[in-house]
């Protein structure tokens, strides 16, 4: 009976001769992923709203008044310069200058005459048959007459100017709109737009630049010692449609306008672009991307991994013993999804982008590489001064 006693005594006493044992905890570094900072041949780009403008576009007008006999072009139709668009009867106006014609007959008759008279006084005063007065009546008549000369002459090249207003013509190449009038019209210098024509090949593009940049161009214009027009006109200049393709065809900056908006703070520009497909019409709304000439070595990080503070921007980086430690950067602009650091950073870094929240400064962390940012750089730098295909234009930001 005495045995599960002494069983009970023996494990009591086994159990406290055993020394105690915690539970250590075990602590896993956190992981986070990480991007290498990299340098890479890069053009600095803008992304601007632009839209498509016919230069010249003009409103075609009658100068005299008729009836419409001809109107001689398809509406919407390509016309050639110098070809016919409406004509005006020309009875009337003919008969002007028929009539004009026999008024200067008669003053250059009158004038030969008076001329004869002139010439005979010179003649007679030198020796004394006629007066003074009298020759000098005789030349007022002959001024007189070579003023009546020259006023018919002016009504005549009127009046053939007038016949001349009776062809309308198109003024260079380009497509002609609707017209609202038709043979049997009247039509007059109250007639208003009979048609309007714009030109198609050049296309010209306006947009607008914001004043920071263009200061930007002007400063480094004047670095380079190379007037301004050269350096614009040498910037690349791309088109994104609206169905997010981009437009074959590069072009170049020729006109910025003479003053700063003072209600957009941004300067109107205009490129201009070959055309000779017709893709582009007037009023289009496109993207105008616009590329530095050559491209640079730029130090890029991805865009998330830029944190804010009260002293300026910094970024979080693993140093070479997994250690997190903060850097202040400075920025420059934004290229797609990435951002230029001109200072702060050197290539090699290994900046966090993603699990920024789970650390602090001085924590031990395991880096994952974010291979999918990795490769997207190399593809980035291969395709740079190429055009952009449809799916890096999508990431592209705007400045």
Known sequence: MRFPFLTSL??????LSLPSCKKEKITIPPKVTVVEATNQDIRQTWTLVGQTVSDPKVDILARVKGFLVKRNFKQGAFVKK????FQIEKDEYQANVSKEEAQLAIKEALLKNALIVYNRSVFLQKKDTISKAELDKDTADKD????ERDAAKAALKEACIDLSYTDIKAPF????GLSK???GNVIGPDSGVLATIVSLDP??????VNEADFLIAQARALDNKIPLKELLSNLRINLILSDKTEYKQTGKIYFWNNAVSSSTGTILMRASFENKEFMLNPGQYVK????????KARLLIPQEAIQSALGGNFVMIVDNNNIIQTKKVETGYQFQNMIVITKGLNPGDKVVTQGIQKVRREMKVTPIFDKVATNNQETKKESEGKPLTEKTTTNETTK
């Open 82 to 85: 110098g070809e016919l668009l």
């Open 181 to 183: 009038y038709s043979v």
């Open 288 to 295: 105008v991307k616009i590329q530095s000439s050559a491209p």
């Open 203 to 208: 296309m010209k593009v306006e947009f607008n």
């Open 144 to 147: 007189s007459a070579i003023g």
């Open 173 to 176: 190449d380009g497509r002609i």
């Open 10 to 15: 023996c494990l009591l006493v086994l159990m």
